[in-house]
């Protein structure tokens, strides 16, 4: 089992900058694959970014390429979401994901189906 729980969403200005954390208790993560995904009212859970185990690869989300950065910490078990110039359109219930069929892969998992674990999620509101 593993436990996951994000925290650092809150309300920012359009422009801001906030970094979500991802706390994981019951195992390692060092081994998996992290998701982060995020959800707005009325609209499907979509894929925002993803690190392979070591945290030495990343793949994003062409809406939030160049703005987030997915990062971890293995010794802390624990994954960040670094978000800058935050905009409306990110305003949504952000969660953290953990893949733990992805073993040591180099693989890059984009689509929810690809994980297991989830957190209870954190929400972000930017205002314009």
């Known amino acids: 089992q593993v436990q996951l729980v994000e925290s650092g969403g809150g309300l920012v200005q359009a422009g801001g900058s906030l970094r979500l954390s991802c706390a994981a208790s019951?195992?390692?993560?060092?081994?998996?694959?992290m998701g982060w995904f995020r959800q707005a009212p009325g609209k499907e859970r979509e894929f925002v970014a993803t690190?392979?185990?070591?945290?030495?690869?990343?793949y994003y989300a062409d809406s939030v390429k160049g703005r987030f950065t997915i990062s971890r910490d293995n010794s802390k078990n624990t994954v960040y979401l670094q978000m800058n110039n935050l905009k409306p359109e990110d305003t949504a219930v952000y969660y953290c994901?953990?893949?733990?069929?992805?073993?040591?892969?180099?693989?890059?998992?984009?689509?929810?189906?690809?994980?297991?674990?989830w957190g209870q999620g954190t929400q972000v509101t930017v205002s314009a």
């Open positions: 994901a953990a893949n733990t069929g992805s073993l040591y892969s180099s693989r890059y998992y984009y689509t929810g189906a690809d994980y297991d674990y």
């Open positions: 019951g195992r390692t993560i060092s081994r998996y694959a």
């Open positions: 690190i392979i185990w070591s945290g030495l690869s990343q």
